[in-house]
């Protein structure tokens, strides 16, 4: 009976840390990419990433949301790419928010014109074109099958974004038709699986919309991923015949509100010059938690 005892308290309080204190938590995942075709002033160029907000009460507040902007432009990005899934739908135990008040947080991102976003599979659920209304009015760019030169000390950096594949939205060929010859392009997608359709000139793929798993288990990983990438590349920074594919577990839930072993994250990425020994070196991975005095202590390298 003992035991049946203590395996019921383990059962409970694992379960109310994945609804009650992971998902709350706010971790920021950094990584270095080398960068051949380097033509922007300084070191380096910083790209944060935040993705699957899935914008629902008790996790995902506008003032949640608004937190989480400040903590990213601490880190003082150059660009902003948002791969989608700002809605909530289909998320059991919820109160979803309206878009509007959910892009209203997102305002600050939008300073000197940097931010990028295109829409997944949870924003056409609610309503795609709302969604990119709500998400222009307050400066964000969305990108639905094109590409556009971002301007860094008069050099272009050409970033490409489709719309969502996982709902058949996607058009990658016409979003790259305007692509410069012999220039290479970032392309923002939500679903990771269409790197595989990227051409050569796709030098970095950005992406969402597995949450890294959202739930993971010690020794075996991400229960479910909804992708058809292999489960290891569901998640983190890859390289794949010669391109980097980094998929993000975003800040939000969607199914039931819980995370394990898979916190909110805010993706940072830092292009610098490529070197001939290690292109594509993963420099550093440190986690800061977001929420109390004493998680701010903590650090995972």
């Known amino acids: 009976m003992s035991l049946l005892v203590a395996a019921g308290a383990v059962a409970f309080g694992l379960g109310a840390y994945s609804l009650g204190v992971e998902p709350r938590r706010l971790f920021v ?6 960068w051949a075709d ?9 790209i944060a990433v935040l993705s699957d907000i899935h914008a629902a009460w008790p996790h995902m507040t506008p003032e949640r949301i608004a937190r989480i902007v400040d903590r990213l432009l601490a880190l003082s990005p150059d660009l902003v790419l948002l791969p989608g899934d700002f809605a909530c739908t289909e998320t059991f135990g919820v109160r979803p928010v309206a878009i509007e008040a959910a892009a209203g947080a997102l305002r600050p991102l939008a300073r000197e014109g940097r931010a990028f976003a295109v829409l997944g599979n949870h924003d056409w659920d609610y309503g795609g074109q709302r969604v990119i209304a709500a ?37 990658l060929e016409g ?41 993971c288990l ?8 909804q992708s058809r990438l292999p489960r290891r590349q569901a998640y983190g920074l890859h390289e794949i015949a010669g391109r980097r594919l980094f998929v993000t577990a975003g800040v939000g839930t969607t199914g039931l509100p819980i995370r394990f072993a898979r916190p909110p994250e805010i993706g ?34």
């Not at 990108?143 to 996982?166: C, K, S, T, Y």
């Not at 997608?189 to 798993?213: K, N």
């Open 38 to 46: 380097w033509r922007f002033p300084g070191e380096r160029l910083r």
């Open 218 to 225: 010690p020794g075996f990983g991400a229960l479910m991923t």
């Open 268 to 301: 940072l990425l830092d292009l610098v010059p490529a070197s001939g020994e290690d292109p594509a070196r993963r420099a550093f991975d440190v986690a800061q938690p977001e929420t109390t005095a004493a998680d701010s202590l903590l650090e995972r390298a």
């Open 29 to 34: 995942h950094r990584h270095r990419i080398g």
């Open 135 to 171: 998400l222009r009015a307050v400066g964000i760019r969305v990108l639905v099958n094109e590409i556009e030169p971002v301007f860094l000390g008069g050099n272009p950096l050409w970033l490409a974004g489709v719309d969502d594949p996982v709902t058949g939205r996607h058009d």
């Open 175 to 215: 979003a790259l038709a305007e692509l410069p010859e012999d220039q290479p392009a970032i392309l923002l997608s939500h679903m990771p699986d269409v790197h595989r359709e990227a051409p050569p000139a796709v030098r970095l793929v950005v992406a969402g919309h597995t949450h890294g798993g959202q739930v």
